[in-house]
């Protein structure tokens, strides 16, 4: 399945969010979290991934930290701070109301 | 994840972080996370079975095209587009204990450079009390050996090199003080004049850091004056702003700060800024593009314009150059202009790339300058014999000899270039073995002129 560009892109501040507030984590582990949540139909190009967690990171969102992982390479670390998480309860309640209402008009025209 | 044992695939990798670190866009943590993704997907990759080659392509293509990718960074990191020139730690490369010594070395220098120029007052000798020659004749000794000083440290030249270094400046300090110039004569403003030209090569040799002649970096040191020009400029502007507002507001409390202006904050400033500009242009070779070739780029095209428009109207007219006693000056002038163009276009030239455009613009304003400057030769040797030789026509006649010589070189050399027989290098070569000729000339003013003129 071919996700729009807009879509993928409207979906993965509140995607990010809610992986880290899960736990803390960094990027190769997101992006395979995210392929495992979508059963694969939500497919990013890796690299950008960085940039929204940057753009995250500046808004206050997220925190980072490098730390050494297992093999001994240094790795950045995410983790959701308060404003994340308000932010987060704030998507969660948009993106309700959107699959709220599609689901409804949905539902009337063509009832599965 | 584990470390790739496969030779090949480890060189994929550093390639393809070669290539993120040639785009702006990227810093070194980016490339780290980007890089630490690159090798989570490797391994993965191939525990699922696929052989290395199979695996960098897959994943690298996953992570997105460089382009794309580039532009989601730039989007998000723009400031990065701006090349960010911050002082102090973690601006440039190396250890910041280094860093830190140098900024204690810089500022240490600079601030002797300011004490220094205040030293001659203790013994009475007060710029606006009869002795402003005396710095006239010696300013650049308050400030230039200091300079040197700097290099000698950077490059870690070792105390053989300093001690011959000093010799230079020392007998600089012995013909600038020794001979009895007649009060505000000729020779005086000369030597005044032609000493710093002199020792500026001195700064050069300490700044190439090894014997002269064969150095690659004398290019280097080129772009490196043109550069502390620019950026002494602008210290001075802003020096200017400084000191207005001082003015302002002294003069608002009813304070007469003139004292504090022309007695410390100009010439200790004066001095002061070289240093610190040396060491700005040093410090932000890679961090910002040069600005001499681009005021280069700027003005050959208007400079050519003018010349050719000065040569049409004076053929056109027919009206013949009006000889004045500082004609000569004014096109020795031109002349070091024109020169200065040529050596800052050849410093941010590429040596291999064929001739282009601007190449024959050079061509033609280093002609139109020949033309131009032969003319007005031709009007005041008709007329020398009626002026007499006085040091400064000598000294202005020399000087317009060394740059015609040059020029005349340079515009056989750009033209054979531009007709292809012959190499950019060629001329790159010449303008760098050239430059002692303007430092010997310089040190002849200095040392012969004033005898042979009678001190007058």
Redesign the interface.
Known sequence: MDMGKDLVAASATPLVLAILAEGDS???AI?KRVAELSGGHLQW????L??VL??LE?QGLVAAK?SA????????YYRITREGRAQLAAQRQQWQVVDGTLRGLWMQACPA | ???LADQPLEEQIAQWREYLRRRQAFQG??I???E??L???LTALTEAGLAGEEAFLIAVK???SLD??SR??A???SDRLWKQLVIGPGAAEGPPSTRHTEMLVVLGLAVAAALAIKVPALFGLQPDRGAEMFYFRNGSLFVLPLLAVYFIWKRGSGMATALWLALPFAAAAVFANVFPFRAHGDTERLTALHLPIGLWLVIGVAYVAGPWFTSGRRMDFVRFSGELAIYYALMALGGGVLIAFTVMMFTSIGMNPERLIGGWLVPCGMVGAVIIGSWLVEAKQSVIENMAPVLTRLFTPLFTVLLLAFLGTMAWTGRPIDVKRELLIGFDLLLVLVVGLVLYAASARDPQAPPDLFDVLQLVLVTSALVVDGVALAAIAARISEFGFTPNRVAALGENLILLVNLTWTAWLYARFVRRRGSFAALERWQIAYLPVYAAWADLVVVLFPPLFGYR
């Open positions: 960094y990027g190769y992006i190009t890796d690299g950008m960085y940039p940057h753009r500046r490098w992982s297992a093999s001994g390479r240094r790795r950045k | 994840m584990t470390a943590p980016d780290e996370e980007l630490g993704h090798r989570d997907q996953r992570m997105g794309a990718l989601e960074f989007r998000e990191h």
